[in-house]
């Protein structure tokens, strides 16, 4: 059940106008399901693996009780969304 509720939210996800790719990476930034080619989904991955770690950390750095719950980068040509779990 909870797989089909994944995949049913990640064809809605990438349904939606302007939508380039998805990637769903686990704790360590491995890649496990993706919309995109391999090596762009490996190139992604660990930027953005890499990117998510450092601003968690000034986000602690700042505030040991607080946490980073979504990220959203914009560039004058893409925009990059990351919800990390924990």
């Known amino acids: 059940l909870w797989q089909a509720e ?3 939210t990640l064809k ?8 380039q790719g998805i ?3 686990n704790t ?6 993706s919309t995109m080619d391999n090596p762009t989904t490996t190139q ?7 990117f998510i770690l450092k601003a968690r950390s ?3 750095e700042i505030d ?3 946490d980073l719950t979504f990220l959203r980068i ?4 893409n925009e990059i969304m990351v919800a990390p779990g924990k």
């Open 6 to 8: 994944v995949e049913e």
């Open 12 to 19: 809605r996800l990438q349904s939606q106008k302007g939508v």
């Open 23 to 25: 990637i769903v990476v």
């Open 28 to 33: 360590e930034g491995i890649p496990i399901k």
């Open 44 to 50: 992604y991955a660990n930027l953005m693996h890499n």
């Open 58 to 60: 000034t986000v602690r």
């Open 64 to 66: 040991p009780q607080n």
């Open 74 to 77: 914009r560039s004058k040509k």
